[in-house]
């Protein structure tokens, strides 16, 4: 739900609930002969005011430069992710080291292929994966309540073979584009001191 959207149902909210206890004033002081015809009868016209505040709320640009109006979901053509809400959590209120084991074992598994990138060797990505494989199995042992540990294992070879192909992938790249600055330069560099002078001696045809 977007800024937008989530102010709109905020205000259509606070003005249910506005009418409702105006409306529940009203009966107090005079009652209906039939309870459940007024009830509706209050339903109807009520979400009628409701609706009406809104669009008034939209012609005076109540909803106008809100962050977010007129700009795509974040994130709305990426795969679902379970734990987005606790990503987001996490990013905007800047929490470190307060997650219990289970939510930190999910954003770290979440997170673990630019964790192992930082890593130069095979043998060092392997010990990563055990380390994080023990804090798994040691977080899967506690029996102190919290949500349930469901983060899976890491298998060390199939991560190695992962982290190489990452980074071929990326030596490649830097290569591609290590050649294409060079070429750049090479095209707009000045010729040869030589060049030139052989230029100038050549006789005209």
């Known amino acids: 739900m977007s800024a937008s959207d989530r102010k709109r149902f905020e205000y259509r909210q606070r003005l249910a609930a506005e009418?409702?206890?105006?409306?529940?004033?009203?009966?107090?002081?005079?009652?209906a002969p039939d309870e459940a015809a007024a009830r509706a009868h209050r339903t109807q016209h009520q979400a009628q005011w409701v609706d009406m505040q809104i669009q008034q709320a939209i012609r005076r640009g109540d909803f106008d430069d809100l962050p977010g109006a007129g700009k795509p979901i974040a994130g709305i053509d990426r795969p679902h992710d379970p734990d987005w809400w606790l990503k987001r959590l996490i990013?905007?209120?800047?929490?470190?080291?307060?997650?219990?084991?289970?939510?930190?074992?999910r954003?770290?598994?979440?997170?673990i292929a630019t964790t192992l990138d930082r890593i130069t060797t095979p043998d060092g990505v392997r010990t990563a994966v055990a380390d994080f494989n023990a804090r798994v199995v040691e977080a899967r042992r506690q029996l102190q309540g919290?949500?349930?540990?469901?983060?899976?294992?890491l298998d060390a070879d199939d991560e190695v073979d992962a982290w190489h192909e990452r980074r071929t992938r990326r030596v490649a790249e830097q290569k591609a584009r290590l050649a294409e600055?060079?070429?750049?330069?090479?095209?707009?560099a000045p010729p040869p001191r030589w060049r030139r002078w052989r230029r100038r001696g050549r006789p005209s045809p």
């Open 107 to 111: 954003t770290e598994h979440a997170e």
């Open 91 to 105: 990013e905007r209120e800047r929490i470190t080291g307060v997650l219990p084991p289970a939510l930190a074992l």
């Open 181 to 188: 600055i060079r070429a750049a330069e090479a095209a707009a």
């Open 19 to 31: 009418a409702a206890a105006a409306q529940r004033g009203h009966d107090d002081d005079e009652e």
């Open 146 to 153: 919290g949500p349930p540990v469901v983060t899976p294992l």
